[in-house]
């Protein structure tokens, strides 16, 4: 099980390196809050250690500002990001 | 219901891995990158939902959680300036961090109080049965979490000028730095050693506040001007961050979604380093621009040379080609709307209008392209440093709009300045060069700019917006 995680570990790192890698500076900034959103899926984690009855009130306490917290970084970054890019848009639809 | 779900909740994790992917993938062109964004929001609602389908999982706490962050993250999104943004990215940033942080401490609190055998067998099959591991994964996302949260917190101030943007220095900063390193890694390898230890849950509590400790003595040295590595590279460290966490709870999808992110926030951070010739380790550590360095007898000398709008107006009107240089100042001033009306008046009159950007103008990576497509500059005429320099001599106005460093021919130049061998515009080769700036001061890098005295260069003192409505004022009367 720890072997193939690490396997998947190493193998998107190199994966993200080539998706990245190509990405024009003029898209920088919305890449960097796009990815930045993806990094709210320690959400998962966040879920879990809540809503698993297993810990007691300090675990519940931890978990819900972990969900909020998450939350923040997820709903926040996507839609920043679809503001920014929104911009982008507008005039590539005529030049493009 | 629920019980037959439990199978395929993994399946569930693999499609939202490969819409990150393909997301992510969008977001690499201009015309994909929307809808990029929204796919890569899709994976993250279904693993979302994926995870609320494991048994046994209690909600009322999770909607509350959620609900109070969903309203925070859509307020400040709709709310922030585009000219904001830096920060705003910063500190989204910064509660993924926290978030990470607080997983860890919940997960190592279930772990210590239940004990490991128990622990694992709420992870279900395939926990790995090795204390050392788990104790590592713990400790491990503890520290990047809280680098992460106090680091990004502390770019975010600087950022937003509540503190001061100039690095903060203090004798034998990188020994005490060094020092609560060693402190925090010796007590990783503790907990991974002997992770039932009476002391263990102090230990952990050393490696959380340790870790805030680094987020802020790392930031803390580091100028303004060098910002842009330092948020993607914080970025990095968040997704580093949600994968560790994903190896406590023998996750797959929060590794490879934080693998994903952890890589394109080293790229970045290379680019970032790379558009200003220096190492990682040179922007991190060096505290840059913490002196105004003296300029070498005979590199700067004679008599910057102010202009009025009035006759900026003459010399532009009669001009060709321009090149907008647009630097931070632009930002602070938000004159980005009034600048794109200045370069469509310029157009009118015949001229051929550029936009050159450096990849690290302003306080993030493309944080110029950001405005100008708020102020709906074309992006057709976007260029970039290496296509504008090689005809800089054919251009007849440079204007540069709140930029300093990074037109600053000392670059090139002067081998003992500091930003010696960096990229940058070379506008001193224009024919004429116009600086738009509120006073002499030297740029967020400290760096004396021996552009400003050169014989073709003219000052266009006072804020960029009144400066640049001024000449749009000149253009509309004369129109």
């Given at each position: 099980?720890?072997?193939?995680?690490?396997?998947?570990?190493?193998?998107?790192?190199?994966?993200?390196?080539?998706?990245?890698?190509?990405?024009?500076?003029?898209?920088?900034?919305?890449?960097?809050?796009?990815?930045?959103?993806?990094?709210?899926?320690?959400?998962?984690?966040?879920?879990?250690?809540?809503?698993?009855?297993?810990?007691?009130?300090?675990?519940t306490?931890?978990?819900?500002?972990?969900?909020?917290?998450?939350?923040?970084?997820?709903?926040?970054?996507?839609?920043?990001?679809?503001?920014?890019?929104?911009?982008?848009?507008?005039?590539?639809?005529?030049?493009? | 219901?629920?019980?037959?779900?439990?199978p395929?909740?993994?399946?569930?994790?693999?499609?939202?891995?490969?819409?990150?992917?393909?997301?992510?993938?969008?977001?690499?062109?201009?015309?994909?990158?929307?809808?990029?964004?929204?796919?890569?929001?899709?994976?993250?609602?279904?693993?979302?939902?994926?995870?609320?389908l494991?048994?046994?999982?209690?909600?009322?706490?999770?909607?509350?959680?959620?609900?109070?962050?969903?309203?925070?993250?859509?307020?400040?999104?709709?709310?922030?300036?585009?000219?904001?943004?830096?920060?705003?990215?910063?500190?989204?940033?910064?509660?993924?961090?926290?978030?990470?942080?607080?997983?860890?401490?919940?997960?190592?609190?279930?772990?210590?109080?239940?004990?490991?055998?128990?622990?694992?067998?709420?992870?279900?099959?395939?926990?790995?049965?090795?204390?050392?591991?788990?104790?590592?994964?713990?400790?491990?996302?503890?520290?990047?979490?809280a680098?992460?949260?106090s680091?990004?917190?502390?770019?975010?101030?600087?950022?937003?000028?509540?503190?001061?943007?100039?690095?903060?220095?203090?004798?034998?900063?990188?020994?005490?730095n060094?020092?609560?390193?060693?402190?925090?890694?010796?007590?990783?390898?503790?907990?991974?050693?002997?992770?039932?230890?009476?002391?263990?849950?102090?230990?952990?509590?050393?490696?959380?506040?340790?870790?805030?400790?680094?987020?802020?003595?790392?930031?803390?040295?580091?100028?303004?001007?060098?910002?842009?590595?330092?948020?993607?590279?914080?970025?990095?460290?968040?997704?580093?961050?949600?994968a560790?966490?994903?190896?406590?709870?023998?996750?797959?999808?929060?590794?490879?979604?934080?693998?994903?992110?952890?890589?394109?926030?080293?790229?970045?951070?290379?680019?970032?380093?790379?558009?200003?010739?220096?190492?990682l380790?040179?922007?991190?550590?060096?505290g840059?621009?913490?002196?105004?360095?003296?300029?070498?007898?005979?590199?700067?000398q004679?008599?910057?040379?102010?202009?009025?709008?009035?006759?900026?107006?003459?010399?532009?009107?009669?001009?060709?080609?321009?090149?907008?240089?647009?630097?931070?100042?632009?930002?602070?001033?938000?004159?980005?709307?009034?600048?794109?009306?200045?370069?469509?008046?310029?157009?009118?009159?015949?001229?051929?209008?550029?936009?050159?950007?450096?990849?690290?103008?302003?306080?993030?990576?493309?944080?110029?392209?950001?405005?100008?497509?708020?102020?709906?500059?074309?992006?057709?005429?976007?260029?970039?440093?290496?296509?504008?320099?090689?005809?800089?001599?054919?251009?007849?106005?440079?204007?540069?709009?709140?930029?300093?460093?990074?037109?600053?021919?000392?670059?090139?130049?002067?081998?003992?300045?500091?930003?010696?061998?960096?990229?940058?515009?070379?506008?001193?080769?224009?024919?004429?060069?116009?600086?738009l700036?509120?006073?002499?001061?030297s740029?967020?890098?400290?760096?004396?700019?021996?552009?400003?005295?050169?014989d073709?260069?003219?000052?266009?003192?006072?804020?960029?917006?009144a400066?640049?409505?001024?000449?749009?004022?000149?253009?509309?009367?004369?129109?």
């Amino acid at each position: 099980m720890l072997g193939l995680l690490f396997f998947v570990f190493v193998l998107a790192i190199f994966l993200g390196v080539e998706l990245i890698s190509k990405v024009p500076s003029q898209l920088h900034t919305p890449l960097m809050s796009g990815s930045n959103a993806i990094s709210g899926i320690t959400i998962v984690g966040a879920l879990v250690a809540t809503g698993q009855p297993h810990g007691g009130t300090l675990v519940t306490v931890l978990g819900v500002i972990a969900v909020a917290a998450a939350m923040i970084n997820v709903v926040g970054g996507y839609l920043v990001t679809d503001r920014m890019l929104a911009m982008f848009k507008r005039k590539d639809g005529g030049s493009k | 219901m629920t019980e037959i779900l439990q199978p395929f909740i993994n399946y569930f994790y693999i499609v939202a891995s490969v819409f990150f992917i393909v997301g992510l993938k969008m977001l690499n062109h201009a015309s994909t990158a929307r809808r990029g964004n929204v796919v890569s929001g899709i994976g993250m609602l279904i693993a979302v939902i994926a995870t609320c389908l494991y048994t046994g999982m209690e909600f009322h706490w999770i909607i509350v959680g959620c609900l109070i962050g969903a309203a925070i993250g859509a307020v400040a999104s709709y709310a922030v300036k585009m000219t904001a943004m830096p920060e705003m990215v910063g500190l989204f940033n910064g509660f993924g961090g926290l978030a990470s942080l607080m997983v860890s401490w919940a997960e190592f609190h279930k772990w210590h109080d239940m004990g490991w055998t128990e622990y694992y067998a709420t992870l279900g099959t395939g926990a790995p049965d090795s204390t050392a591991f788990t104790a590592f994964a713990i400790a491990f996302t503890a520290l990047v979490g809280a680098v992460t949260f106090s680091g990004s917190l502390v770019a975010y101030l600087k950022l937003s000028e509540r503190i001061t943007g100039k690095p903060i220095l203090f004798a034998g900063q990188q020994i005490v730095n060094g020092l609560i390193l060693v402190v925090a890694l010796g007590a990783i390898t503790y907990l991974c050693i002997a992770p039932e230890a009476s002391v263990a849950y102090t230990v952990f509590t050393v490696i959380m506040v340790t870790g805030l400790i680094i987020g802020v003595t790392s930031v803390i040295p580091i100028g303004g001007a060098d910002m842009p590595v330092v948020i993607s590279l914080l970025n990095s460290y968040s997704g580093i961050a949600a994968a560790a966490a994903g190896f406590i709870i023998l996750n797959n999808v929060l590794i490879v979604a934080g693998a994903l992110v952890g890589a394109s926030g080293i790229i970045l951070t290379k680019i970032m380093c790379k558009a200003m010739n220096r190492s990682l380790a040179n922007v991190l550590f060096s505290g840059f621009g913490s002196t105004t360095t003296t300029a070498k007898a005979g590199a700067v000398q004679g008599e910057a040379k102010p202009i009025s709008a009035d006759d900026a107006f003459y010399i532009l009107e009669a001009a060709r080609s321009v090149v907008v240089v647009p630097g931070y100042g632009m930002a602070v001033a938000q004159a980005q709307h009034v600048v794109r009306e200045l370069g469509e008046l310029l157009a009118k009159n015949g001229c051929d209008v550029k936009y050159a950007i450096h990849p690290v103008a302003g306080r993030m990576p493309g944080h110029m392209n950001v405005l100008l497509a708020e102020a709906n500059v074309p992006y057709e005429q976007l260029v970039e440093p290496p296509d504008v320099n090689p005809v800089m001599a054919t251009v007849d106005v440079a204007i540069v709009i709140g930029a300093n460093d990074v037109v600053n021919p000392a670059a090139r130049e002067d081998e003992t300045s500091p930003i010696y061998g960096m990229p940058i515009i070379n506008v001193d080769e224009a024919k004429t060069c116009f600086v738009l700036k509120r006073s002499m001061a030297s740029g967020f890098a400290g760096v004396e700019n021996p552009l400003f005295f050169k014989d073709n260069t003219r000052m266009l003192f006072g804020d960029a917006k009144a400066s640049v409505t001024a000449l749009v004022g000149q253009f509309k009367d004369a129109g």
